[in-house]
């Protein structure tokens, strides 16, 4: 081989525009050397690929004769390549079609020719290695792996059927919101990554694909081919880059990559998203493509590591007005509303993500997710901007030696006029105002620490409400599993998540589960539509049963609290009847019962005969609510007579009229007549068997629900141990 006719040749067939010219030259000037026609076009497709996967390639070796897998059509193992797909830095990939053991068609990479060094085929056994410990719905899955007759190493993945992440958006004018959300589902695959000890550190949007899948965008992240392992059974000194090399795509690379470092982390994957999401929010990344143009390895390094990145909302500003007007309307918008959608939270989003100081950036992808989740639920976002103090030390560093040549000289003159003393006194003026910003930090750090876990309890809780709708309840289940009940979000959407899954529980037998769910419920619904209808008053009643039945005494207390916190002031009877009997299933203390006597005002007024209500079943309901109110103070005179009324006033109604003669049986307990109470404890307790034999249903045969048979049990267990414990 000679290199300089090898270059000469290169250097001319790179200069025709027409690719017909370039190969009628070829042919001509290596008419008797096939092995150097060979070559040269290999190098000549390496550099049309080269923006697209900027890497510096070892030397080309001959390739040999036998490389008969280079053609479409031929078998590789149990595949037949039919098309080649295109081609990156290290591999070309195909469409194939398996054979066998089942027919269908995928995508078979295999090491570029030339590329077949030690270097990279340690990289490509390492990629092989690390898409196999991956398993996420939106990561291109490894089907096979081999080397070909020739040796050279290639592996096979599901083929991906998408476009690049913005096309497909553009394509689709995707707003600001659709994008996010596609963005967060790619932000997810790659934790997913991160946590089986994998870094893509090639992240970008011909690595993203998308699809449309029933009315769902799909995101698949491929090519993990230059992924360095940090954890996870992979050796974290099986790097398949070497000290100081360049791998990755300039415009998406984080400095500390372009450096060529060996400690490589998932921060390089975070500033890489970020500038995903800042091309997907504007039409480019921070650092344009062109200010890359005809640079070299050591230029570029210099421009990623020192260059500044303006906010995406001041990036519109130096976009031509033809070109801004085309960047908004593929988002559906115009150029001055995209400007102020992009100012402001998600300004600061993308600055953090695509910080120079990997210190600075989000720890992990899911944190990046996680504010722009905060973003789209109009949520303070936990990104900040830098401080005074990070934007001195920046420029102190951009301007080393004019700062210690200053620092000298004014350490010279201040020494001279005897500043040692006016020193210590700002030393110690220093200190104090130090020790303020310390307890000012620690308050914003227990501040940070309470939205992130509100975030994440709120994401968790929106997860669980995607699955519902797709009928996936046990896995929402498991997700709200042991979520705090304080930090649960004040939402509709999170009430009816959360009632869902406890009677889901319930009708699994899960009666605990069911209570723990219930007792986050109701946290939510005392908190949430603070208007005075009985829809909310409703629900509570199957809240404050399952925990009274359930759950714990001091749960139980909890909720009775914030129930009569909440409803207090309500003037709607049909509230108030609900609310006393949701709190008084347990006795209660005199200041309890004393904040619940304006609710019992609203139902003695509403069963006057004139404002009442027209049914006998509603008038027989709030006789009995009266009833229990005045047993749980004491009126045990009081509690006979109503309850004994709302026996009379609507008999067919079992739950209530079962309810109104343990009130009876309880009254005559307590004042002595034993024998009566115990008989007729004795047979409601057959009674109340009768119903426990049939399978539970959250909506009983004639319409009822749980929570009646559930109250009327309570109830009957408070009465069997009064019984119990009197002897009888």
């Not at 119903?691 to 109250?711: C, H, I, R």
Request: charged fraction near 30%; hydrophobic fraction near 40%; glycine fraction near 6%.
């Amino acid at each position: 081989m000679k290199p300089s006719i090898d270059r000469l040749l290169f250097t001319a067939a790179a200069g025709f525009a027409s690719q017909a010219e370039r190969k009628a030259f070829l042919e001509f000037a290596c008419r008797n050397d096939p092995d150097r026609l060979m070559r040269l076009e290999e190098l000549l497709e390496v550099r049309r690929d080269a923006e697209d996967f900027f890497e510096f390639q070892p030397k080309v070796q001959k390739e040999s004769d036998s490389e008969d897998e280079r053609g479409l059509g031929a078998r590789i193992g149990p595949y037949r390549l039919i098309e080649r797909l295109g081609s990156g830095g290290c591999g070309v990939v195909y469409l194939a079609e398996q054979l066998e053991p089942v027919k269908r068609n995928v995508a078979l990479k295999i090491i570029r020719l030339g590329m077949d060094t030690e270097n990279v085929i340690a990289r490509f056994n390492l990629e092989r290695e690390a898409l196999a410990l991956m398993d996420h719905p939106n990561i291109a899955r490894v089907l096979d792996a081999g080397t070909t007759a020739s040796g050279r190493p290639y592996f096979v993945m599901e083929l991906v059927d998408g476009e690049k992440i913005t096309e497909f958006c553009d394509r689709h004018r995707l707003g600001l919101r659709e994008r996010l959300e596609v963005f967060r589902l790619v932000c997810e695959a790659i934790q997913h990554a991160h946590q089986k000890g994998v870094v893509h550190r090639d992240i970008k949007p011909s690595n993203v694909l998308v699809r449309a899948h029933e009315r769902r965008f799909e995101p698949k992240v491929i090519d993990f081919g230059i992924a360095k392992a940090t954890a996870g059974g992979i050796d974290p000194a099986g790097t398949a880059t070497k000290f100081g090399e360049f791998i990755g795509t300039p415009a998406y690379v984080s400095p500390e990559q372009a450096e060529g470092n060996v400690d490589i982390d998932t921060r390089s994957d975070i500033y890489s998203l970020g500038a995903l999401l800042c091309e997907l929010l504007t039409g480019s990344p921070p650092l344009p493509f062109e200010r890359f143009d005809r640079r070299g390895v050591e230029e570029i390094r210099d421009l990623l590591r020192e260059s500044s990145t303006s906010a995406p909302s001041m990036k519109l500003l130096n976009i031509p007005d033809g070109e801004i007007e085309e960047v908004a309307n593929s988002r559906g918008v115009d150029a001055q509303r995209l400007k102020s959608m992009l100012s402001g939270d998600l300004d600061w989003i993308v600055m953090k993500a695509t910080e120079k100081d990997r210190q600075r950036r989000y720890e992990t992808a899911d944190g990046l997710a996680m504010d722009v989740g905060r973003y789209l639920r109009e949520e303070p976002v936990l990104a900040r901007p830098p401080s005074r103090r990070y934007l001195l030390t920046k420029w102190v560093r951009r301007n080393r030696v004019t700062f210690a040549a200053g620092s000298v000289a004014l350490f010279g003159i201040l020494s001279g006029f005897g500043i040692s003393t006016w020193l210590f006194v700002r030393e110690r003026q220093a200190r104090h105002e130090q020790a303020k910003l310390r307890i000012v930090a620690e308050q914003a750090t227990a501040n940070e620490i309470r939205l992130r876990e509100d975030a994440k309890v709120a994401d968790q809780v929106r997860q669980a409400a995607v699955l519902l709708k797709y009928n996936d309840v046990q896995p929402a289940d498991a997700l709200l599993d042991g979520l705090p009940a304080e930090r649960v979000p004040h939402s509709l959407e999170a009430a009816d998540t959360f009632m869902k899954v406890a009677n889901w529980n319930l009708s699994q037998g899960r009666w605990e589960a069911a209570a723990q769910r219930f007792y986050a419920l109701g946290y939510v619904l005392t908190n949430v539509d603070m208007s005075d209808s009985e829809h909310i008053s409703f629900d509570l009643l199957s809240v404050m049963t399952a925990v009274c039945e359930w759950g714990s005494d001091e749960q139980f207390e909890n909720l009775r609290n914030l129930a009569i916190i909440r409803f207090s002031d309500s003037a709607n009877p049909i509230v108030a009847e609900q609310v006393i009997k949701a709190t008084l299933l347990k006795p209660a203390t005199p200041e309890i019962l004393s904040k619940i006597q304006p609710l019992a005002k609203i139902l003695e007024s509403s069963i006057d005969e004139k404002r009442g209500p027209k049914t006998p079943h509603m008038v027989a309901w709030r006789q009995f609510s009266l009833a229990l109110l005045a047993y749980r103070g004491e009126n045990l005179e009081m509690a006979a007579k109503l309850a004994a009324s709302s026996l009379v006033m609507a008999a067919n109604s079992e739950p209530r009229t079962v309810s109104d003669e343990l009130i009876l049986a309880m009254v005559n307990l307590r004042q002595g007549r034993k024998e009566l109470a115990r008989e007729k404890i004795q047979t409601l307790r057959g009674e109340v068997d009768e119903w426990m034999q049939e399978p539970f249903k959250v909506t009983n045969s004639d319409g009822t629900l749980w929570y009646n048979q559930g109250a009327v049990l309570i109830l009957l267990k408070e009465a069997e141990r009064m019984l119990k414990n009197s002897g009888g």
